[in-house]
């Protein structure tokens, strides 16, 4: 019996959760500026790299080669992320050999990366034939990218070209003798050409310099590096995308359907003093000057601002179909407040005036109303009003004042 009576408890709150969620509609609103985006989790966005090209060293005495000879082949291995849209890291290595030329006269054995096949033509006083040049570097290096695509347009997730500059530094090593390690400085363009949501073709232009000796041969030169163009396929692990920023906002069903009763019965009972009044016809009416309020009607308002909520809005239009239905001689005040407890008195002037404004403009333009049965006023900042809570006097209040009333004498 235990045992049924508890699931019977557990499927009455289920059915309860289930309620009040089918309650709530969601509505979501997505923001139109494209530089703004959802920020991922440090695992989203995620590329690895692979390309092949070729490179050119200076150097010394490479001028005095012919530029195909100089040319060998370039490799490019790496990895990276995205943080944003317009900023992300890389780690990649690349390199593989150059060719380029050197002088041996003057320099002991194994000083220069010389292969010993002098370059016809290139003979000077001083120095003799100059030799050809080749040795095997690698350059682990990481590097900073800007998508300036991003930056300036903003972030489309399917656009074909991402042109992105980006700087670094790195560590450059010789792999044979004479060894040398330097530090790099790496600055370049990185081109990502969209082939897929997971694919694209990369097209990599980067200088890379360091320190002169680089290549085993002091001379004239402040510093030496590598002109490297490549070309290659990276792959986007998930999430690869970023998701436009939104607004979610949630409308109680249930509140609106219990004001849309309480509307109805107004309703009801005022069709009832109608009907007493055409049934009082023949009997002495007099009327009677005064000020009555009826039916006060509250619609707060989110921090420092006056937008009226979709859910404000269904109240309003709600309280437009009674003010119609109703007599015109009603005259409706708006009375817009503040929380003096945030902002001055100044600001919450200001303040409580549009909110009273955004109500009057809600009723007239968007629910027709007439504007001869609606009065505005601000009251500016003030003390909490409502059960000690200040975001209760963040709000508008709308009260009927009646100009002039019946008073039917039987």
């Given amino acids: 019996m235990k045992k049924i009576l508890t699931l019977l408890a557990f499927a009455l709150m289920a059915g309860a959760a289930f309620a009040q969620t089918a309650d709530v509609e969601e509505e979501v609103i997505y923001e139109k500026n494209n530089h703004k985006v959802v920020t991922n989790t440090f695992w989203d966005n995620w590329w690895v790299q692979l390309g092949a090209g070729a490179q050119i060293y200076y150097g010394d005495h490479n001028k005095h080669v012919d530029f195909v000879d100089r040319l060998s082949l370039a490799l490019d291995a790496g990895f990276g992320k995205w943080f944003s849209p317009q900023i992300g ?73 991402n042109c992105s500059p980006y700087i670094g530094v790195g560590w450059m090593v010789t792999w044979n003798s004479p060894r040398a390690r330097e530090v790099s400085l790496n600055l370049g363009i990185f081109n990502a050409i969209r082939l897929s949501d997971k694919f694209d073709f990369n097209i990599d232009l980067r200088t890379t310099m360091v320190k002169d000796g680089f290549d085993g041969e002091v001379g004239g030169r402040k510093e030496e590096g590598l002109w490297t163009a490549t070309a290659g396929f990276s792959y986007k692990f998930k999430q690869r995308g970023w998701d436009r920023s939104k607004t979610i906002i949630r409308n109680n069903r249930a509140e609106a359907n219990a ?8 309703q009801r009972e005022n069709d009832g003093l109608r009907n007493d009044l055409a049934n009082a016809k023949g009997k002495e009416i007099r009327v009677v000057e005064k000020e009555a309020t009826v039916s006060p009607v509250l619609v707060t308002f989110e921090i420092g601002k006056s937008k009226l909520s979709n859910q404000a809005r269904v109240t309003l239009g709600l309280l437009a179909k009674a003010i119609k239905d109703s007599d015109n001689k009603l005259v409706y005040t708006i009375a817009g407040y503040a929380d003096a407890g945030t902002g001055s008195k100044k600001i919450n002037q200001k303040l409580s005036e549009e909110r009273a404004q955004a109500v009057y403009n809600c009723l007239t333009e968007e629910f027709g109303v007439d504007e001869s049965q609606l009065r505005v006023v601000s009251k500016g900042g003030v003390e909490n009003m409502y059960y000690d809570d200040p975001r209760l006097s963040r709000a508008v209040i709308m009260g009927a004042n009646a100009e002039a009333g019946y008073d039917i004498e039987k």
């Fill in 89 to 161: 890291v890389r780690a990649m290595i690349s390199g593989l050999s150059v060719n380029g030329a050197t002088q041996t006269w003057l320099q002991e054995d194994g000083g220069v990366h010389a292969t010993g096949n002098t370059i016809p033509g290139k003979y000077t006083h001083d120095y003799g034939y100059l030799v050809e040049q080749q040795f095997d570097f690698y350059n682990l290096h990481a590097d900073v990218l800007f998508n300036m695509s991003n930056i300036l347009c903003g972030y489309k997730e399917k656009r074909v070209w």
């Fill in 259 to 266: 004001l849309q009763k309480q509307l109805e019965a107004l």
